[in-house]
């Protein structure tokens, strides 16, 4: 395949999946010591992006600034911001019955919702994000809202999340199969990638076009179905989960293959 190098030097914002295109686990791939200072040095604009809705925004900056990425919270995209966006956009002030973590819940009371916790007081949304405290009784809340007829959304929808060792855990899509399967209902929004909302937090807080915009990650089915669905320019890098076998045999085709995220700097 030949790959047009020439519109990286069009793009003003990098959306960069972190674990297997910056960092493997708790180490940061070597090669990638400065290439943020290099890439705003450039003149360019970044973002980090991760559908773990389980994690808080500090959670990632004391991560990557500990591997030495210079990053702010306001640099951090997770899929509860795409949650929170839309609902300001479509709900201001919804109330709320959300299956997570306490990071998420706290994420989305200062992003001004608020949170209902029993079967009485109801809401206008149960949402499902990344639940590693899940119980039996706000499942069970959660199922009964959901018969009643309150819709519901999920913060992303990978099924397996990965861990040390090449293990796995289940993550939000395995719980969506669960309700799914006890109430016969599907969510209405899921906001992670794929999905478009992360690109229109992108869109609402810098102002780009998409032609401007650029995502780096080492997954085809999300980062890089998230380019090609989103009409955004998509890199894929051979330092994490794909590989060249896996672009040649599969459908999910990038706009771009590059061994590694650092070569970037060469098409500036």
Known sequence: MTYAYERIKKIKCFLFDMDGTINLGNELIPGMEGFFEKLKAAGRDYYLLTNNSSRSHEHYVNKMNGLGVPVTRQDILISSDALTNWLRKHQPGARL??????????????????????????????????????????LSIACRLIDKGVPYVATHPDVRCPIEGGEFIPDTGAMLELIKTATGKTPQLIFGKPYKYMVDVVLDKTGYAKEEIAMVGDRLATDIAFGLNNDILSIMVLTGEATMEDVEQGSIKPDIILPHAKEILKYL
């Open 97 to 138: 019955f959300v299956l997570g973590t306490p990071q998420l819940l706290q994420t989305v009371a200062e992003a001004g919702f608020t949170l209902t916790n029993t079967l009485d007081e109801g809401a206008d949304y149960v949402v499902v994000g990344f639940d590693q405290t899940l119980t039996y009784e706000r």
